[in-house]
């Protein structure tokens, strides 16, 4: 089921000093933060898992962030980017992390709800960490056939975004572009793009940015995520505690020019644990600087 005309009404809004919306992460409990970062961000981006709070047995969202997201009104719009879904899990995926989305979306308006195209859980066994995709005809399947299905629940626009490959992947159908051409263009949910994944997958694995960026049909990259993790033992790890480099920054410049109005908006991605090392006032200085980069774009 395409949702193109979803697609058509779903813009985020931004100042006027950018040609897409700026985007930054946001998981609560730190309302100074919250405050520095209003004024630049156009949209906050929320996780549901980390906002997520255990009473009595029962995953539930804090009320005490949810209270204060719903304060942001109309300072900045929210979108919902989730970690635990685990859509490509052969067994199915979290009914737990359905249950949190109805409770956001009860009590906050979102402009759009997205998460990984990988998997985190094997034969009820959670992994800890998010496996990429095979690009196989059967998986390309079994997301469509569920990305069809979360359409149909929510009738909200809804995106996918390539992860890190841990691994190599194993020989499939499809190219990486490929995969994510045929699911944008199947279900017509939106692509976000993570370029410093890509930047990862280069450096670890030896992924050609380059033949990617050519083949992947840009009308479907809605959303690009920019961050920074640290090199351990030679491996490039997307673990978000750093600011942006800038060739992570260049990318992303590039993929919005060549995506010719498709990107709404560029988010800057860090976790709360690296927010203590990084300091509020480099985090406002990291929005600006994305400011000042997309802000001299047509
Ligand atoms: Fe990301």
Known sequence: MALTATWNTAHLTRKADTCVAI???????????????LPFADCIEVTLETIAEVHDGEIALSREVMHELKNIGRAAQIVVHGV??????????????????DEFLEQVDVAWHSEHLAYTRVDGQHLGIMLAMAKTHEALDLICERVDAIHARYKLPFLLENVVHVVPDAPGDFSEAGFLNALAARTGCGLILDVYNLEC???????????????LDHRHVRELHVACGVEDNGFLLDVHSRLVRPSTLDLAERVVRSANGAVQVVTYEFMPEAIPGLGHDA???????LRRVLGRLP
């Open 23 to 37: 985007g930054v992460t946001y998981e609560g409990r730190d309302p100074r933060l919250l405050e520095r970062l």
């Open 84 to 101: 635990g879904l685990s859509i490509g899990s052969h067994e199915g995926w979290s009914p737990t992390y359905f249950r949190l989305l």
């Open 201 to 215: 997958d280069a450096h670890n694995q030896g992924f050609d940015i380059e033949g990617f960026l050519a083949e």
């Open 283 to 289: 985090i406002v200085q990291q929005l600006l600087e």
